[in-house]
């Protein structure tokens, strides 16, 4: 009795556990129908606009809240199956959430989002062990930029760069980093954009301190300096403070990292995908 | 000897204070909400009087003594989600809801958990903006709260037991509730929620005994009726002027003062041309019967989301050597009006915020619109933005310093047009709204001088704020910020004097009551509420 008792709630997960992956089975085989279809495409493109354009921008170039979703990269899975979960069910832990979307409107904004991505992605040319070489050493990305644990913090940690961010997004930000500026993701509860703003902030002895904002609010701001240290203010305790709106990435100008160079970086790039 | 008597006399002063308890203690009546400024250390409706002012008539706390303000407890919830709560309180009790229909009365004094109701929900809600709820009214033994699956309820105050359940609509439709309901004489009153879900709006009394629907106002007319031909075709079968924010009420002239929301789709009018009455606009109704009376409408034909949800200020006033029964708004538009409450007539209206597509306002207070701000499908860029110069955030007004006190937001957007077919219960928007990029959202605590509609001062915050406002008699307005930060002003200069940093971002108004001849100022932010007083 006991035994037979024990065996059921051994056997019950175990169920559960196997249909849900012959579910997870079909669900990865399924493509969706509707791709290229151009009613499908323009239905997609209205619910687009209606329900994801508020974070993902009108044309899903990214927007405040959230990345480009016309790069051909997905952080949360890029198969059909993938991003029909994501849409509908959103992504725990994130800003993205679920929406009430029906199955054949979910296929249609997926239809729409195929047909705004690049055909094939242009190949980059580069040399990923030149481009490696570059970044730790001459180009000095790693001085402000951490990979796997290496690497300096003022910058964005670059582990998994390639997973979410397209050749052409990091190439204008390597040529006009600070022309994204307002495109800095807002964190979860925030409601304005403060990561990444550059700020001068002159104490009271006059010495003027800059670096990035970690944080700000109306009567406090936390920030990270140029050595890499936490630097925490009340604002009444200091004369000034000086929002830059720009970038302390220096720009990568032609002349100062060539075209093939460029492809280099890019190739090495291209292998942090966090995995 | 000299003992017992003393101890006799303590005695006879504990009777003589059970019986003040129990005075105290009496129940909420419709006198004691009419003459709720009679007894500021409670909170009994919403905006604290039926005028609407938010302003506590207590002043232990002043702005020479705010900076001694310390944390007398925090009660923490389970419920995530925003907190966009009243509390109301009463003999030492005080009553709120949280996020997802959830509710709690507490000990006001110390923190402490009387009872919690909790509501089980249907999982496919449409919530355009959160699982949030504004409060409670009471009257009786009971308070009363909306549900986001559309019904209206009872509870006993002591118990949390529910007395009465009435469902008011259908959520699978896209109705729901997320107002604080508003008691008046034997009424409950209510209005829907669901704007960007192509419903039909409509403001409800029902009767607070048993919970049977006593009247229904429709905020759009049917056909016959006065104001149908402001829609085209069959639009107004889903126009949405929800009516999603508690009103105020003259008892001298028996009228009830309930905004409306936007018309649907907000953003595309191709197939609802014409004023689209009563979205966005003020109604002045008979509590007794739902009849109107007149209603003022803030932006006709909207194309921009900006509904007048934004509780209507009542103040006496002279103007001009007149003495007048007057109505405030800071309206999302970016409008403040004045407007004569006994008929609706517009007094004045300047702009408070930056605002980017009207000329400004003609004779009648109608808006004289600029060309080229009808969103498009490429998108235009329009301030104030979808949410507004101001939205929900509860204003207040001091009759100490006669001015009126907003969290107005300067934050435009890109409005953009697209066509979108109807379903019943599904968002119907018509496209949507994208911030302006490179433009950094700000916000203001503003005090408006009423007589004139110019601002006295503005206080800037980082980043705009949706948190409500309170005004006291200690000469103080306390509000809160995006940062988390529950604030006190002076109410005279808009200077600081003292700031909380709760951890949250801050979308409720401040309360202030007292309890044992203490006063306390309490705030919602994040899942808990926070109370201060003076050590």
């Known amino acids: 009795m ?22 997870a089975q079909q669900v990865r085989e399924v493509k969706n129908l509707l791709e290229g279809n151009a009613q499908a495409i323009a239905n997609g493109k209205a619910n687009f606009r209606a329900n994801c354009s508020q974070c993902h921008g009108l044309d899903a170039t990214g927007g405040l809240r959230a990345p480009s979703l016309v790069s051909g990269k997905f952080t949360h899975g890029a198969s059909d199956a993938d991003l029909f979960s994501t849409i509908l069910h959103g992504v725990p832990s994130t800003l993205m959430p679920g929406n009430d979307l029906t199955d054949d409107e979910t296929w249609e904004v997926i239809a729409f989002l195929r047909s705004m991505q690049p055909k094939s992605e242009a190949v980059i040319a580069g040399d990923a062990q030149a ?122 100008t032609e002349a100062k990292l060539s075209n093939p160079a460029l492809q280099d970086l890019l190739a090495y790039l291209e292998t942090l995908r966090g995995e | ?216 106002f429709h905020t759009i007319p049917g056909p016959g009726e006065p104001g149908h031909g402001s829609w085209e075709g069959d639009s107004w079968t889903r126009g949405g002027a929800p009516a999603w924010v508690t009103g105020t009420y003259d008892p001298e002239l028996n009228l009830l003062y309930w905004p409306t929301g936007n018309p649907a789709p907000s953003n595309n009018g191709s197939q609802r041309h014409g004023d689209n009455l009563y979205s966005n606009s003020i109604l002045a109704l008979d509590p007794d019967n739902g009849k109107l009376k007149w209603y003022f409408q803030f932006t006709p034909f909207d194309l921009h989301d900006w509904d007048a949800t934004e509780s209507p200020i009542l103040i006496d006033s002279t103007i001009d050597g007149q003495k007048r029964k007057l109505l405030l708004q800071a309206n999302r538009n970016g409008f403040f009006y004045v407007l004569d409450r006994t008929n609706g007539k517009f007094v004045l209206g300047k702009p408070y915020a930056k605002q980017t597509w009207a000329k400004g306002l003609d004779a009648n207070g109608r808006p004289v619109l600029l060309p080229g701000v009808d969103p498009t499908l490429e998108g235009v860029p329009v301030c104030p933005g979808a949410y507004g110069a101001t939205n929900f955030m509860a204003p207040s007004y001091s009759p100490l310093t006669g001015l009126f006190y907003v969290t107005s937001r300067e934050q435009c957007d890109v409005f953009s047009a697209d066509s979108q077919n109807y379903r019943l219960g599904r968002a119907y928007i ?104 003076l050590p």
């Open chain 1, 2 to 23: 006991k035994s037979e008792k024990l065996r059921r709630l051994v056997a019950l997960p175990f169920m559960m556990c196997c249909a849900t992956f012959l579910l």
């Open chain 1, 131 to 252: 481009g490696e070489k570059y970044f730790w050493s001459a180009g000095g990305c790693a001085s402000c930029h951490m990979v796997r644990g290496r690497g300096g913090r003022l910058g964005p940690d670059l582990s998994r760069v390639s997973a979410s961010r397209s050749a052409a997004y990091i190439t204008e930000s390597l040529r006009e980093p600070s022309k994204q500026l307002s495109d800095g993701l807002l964190e979860p509860g925030h409601d304005s954009p403060i990561a990444g703003d550059t700020v001068t902030i002159t104490i009271s002895s006059g010495e003027k301190i800059i670096g990035i904002a970690k944080n700000e609010d109306t009567f406090s701001i936390q920030l990270l300096d140029l050595q890499g240290e936490l630097r925490l203010f009340s604002k009444s305790d200091v004369q000034s403070i000086v929002h830059e709106r720009k970038s302390l990435m220096p720009r990568y």
């Open chain 2, 1 to 216: 000897m000299r003992k017992r008597s003393s101890r006799q006399f303590l005695e006879n002063i504990a009777v003589v204070a059970l019986l003040f308890a129990n005075i105290s203690a009496a129940q909420v009546t419709t006198a004691r909400i009419e003459d709720a400024s009679r007894e500021p250390g409670n909170w009994l409706t919403y905006s604290g009087t039926y005028d609407g002012h938010r302003y506590s008539g207590l002043k232990q706390i002043t702005t020479k003594d705010v900076s001694q303000l310390a944390a007398q407890w925090v009660f923490q919830t389970p419920v995530t989600g925003k907190f966009e709560a009243t509390p109301l309180i009463d003999d030492g009790v005080m009553y709120f809801t949280v996020a997802n229909s959830n509710a709690y009365a507490i000990d006001a004094q110390r923190g402490k958990t009387i009872w919690h109701y909790e509501r089980a929900l249907p999982e496919k809600l449409r919530l355009c903006c959160g699982a949030v709820n504004r409060g409670f009214a009471m009257l009786g033994d009971r308070v009363f709260m909306t549900t986001l699956d559309a019904h209206v309820i009872a509870l006993d105050s002591k118990t949390g037991s529910v007395i009465w359940d009435t469902k008011a609509a259908d959520y699978e439709k896209g109705y729901t509730f997320t107002v604080a309901p508003l008691v008046v004489k034997d009424k409950v009153i209510v209005g829907v929620s669901g704007g960007e879900y192509g419903i039909q709006g409509f403001i409800d009394a029902y009767d607070t005994k048993t919970g049977a629907l006593a009247w229904r």
């Open chain 2, 430 to 533: 018509g496209s949507n709204y994208v911030p302006v990029m490179n433009a950094k959202d700000r916000g203001f605590l503003t005090a408006i001088d009423p007589k004139t509609g110019d601002a006295r001062w503005r206080f800037e915050y980082f980043g705009a704020s949706w948190a409500g406002t309170l005004s006291t008699a200690g000469g103080l307005v306390f509000s809160g910020d995006i940062g988390g930060n529950l604030i006190a002003f002076d109410a005279q200069s808009g200077k600081a004097l003292w700031h909380f940093p709760t951890g949250a971002a801050v979308y409720a108004a401040p309360v202030s009551y007292e309890v044992a001849g203490k006063q306390y100022v309490a705030i919602g932010a994040g899942n808990a509420v926070f109370s201060f007083a």
